[in-house]
Structure formats: C-alpha cells, structure tokens
C-alpha cells in the first residue's frame, strides 16, 4: 500500500495531516509531513526529507506538495528520482481525503484519483435565498411577528 508524504510550507504540511486524521485516523502510520522552515539551505531541507521518506518505510510513496516550482516542490522532485515515487503539485484536503480513501490502490491509480479527488473539490459557493418560500409582504402590525426561517 502506498504511502503518502505532505511536503509544504511550515505550518502547511502538519496542518493538513492533521485535518486528514479528522476523516482517517487509522491512517496516522500512512502519513509523513515536512514542514518547509524559511531560511535553511536546500541540501539541508532535502537531507531532513529524504529521512522521513525513509522512515515511512513504504516501498512505493506519493508525495503531495503545496506550489509548483516552490521549495517543497523542488525538493519533492528531487525524492522523486527514487524507484516507486510519484508527487503531485497543489495539494488540498479533498486530494488528501481521496488518497487516503483509495489508499489500497496502486500508485498510478491513487495518483489519478488524487489528482481528480483535488479538482473535483474546488467550485465556487455561491449564496442565495432559500427557494421554493412565498415573501410574506411587509407589516408594521407589532403582533405580527413572523420571521422566515
């Protein structure tokens, strides 16, 4: 079974492991984080990531970060010259919520399903009045007191 890598921006990577534990806290064992700290040099990020790739112990892993092109990224295509890695930029909680779902499934696909899972979960909201409920006209009557719920 794959395992899945979060690789962002401080305090991203933790923040989002642990919204994924609200949905999946069996999964606490399938999950490593690095939170990118602003300062260091790359070889040092790359070094305290490739370690916790390593502890994660899985043979095939799908790491997931937060800005193509951005440091997390950069060193997430650096893990992924290994055999049985694969990453994919933009993470958010539905990419992380369907990985997780469809954990059991071989790299390629979770990667696809992840992928989908992440497009599928951004729509815009839109507010509007409740439909179907007649306006009642306006009174000033103090005894008429009804509020449309």
Not at 33 to 59: K, M, Q
Not at 77 to 92: C, F, I, Q, S, T
Request: net charge negative; aromatic share 4%.
């Amino acid at each position: 079974m794959p395992g899945l890598f979060i690789i962002a921006h401080a305090p991203l990577a933790s923040a989002l492991r642990d919204t994924a534990m609200h949905a999946f806290p069996e999964a606490a064992q399938a999950i490593a984080v690095y939170d990118v700290p602003p300062g260091a040099s790359a070889e040092v990020y790359e070094a305290e990531a490739a370690a916790r790739l390593a502890a994660l112990g899985a043979a095939e892993t799908l790491i997931l970060t937060d800005v193509f092109g951005a440091t997390p990224c950069n060193i997430a295509k650096h893990l992924a010259a290994r055999p049985g890695v694969r990453v994919v930029a933009g993470v958010n909680v539905p990419m992380i919520w369907r990985a997780l779902n469809y954990r059991q499934k071989p790299l390629d696909d979770l990667v696809t399903l992840a992928v989908a899972g992440a497009s599928q979960g951004v729509m815009t909201v839109a507010v509007s009045p409740p439909q179907n409920q007649a306006q009642k006209p306006a009174s000033h009557d103090p005894i008429d007191c009804h509020h449309q719920q």
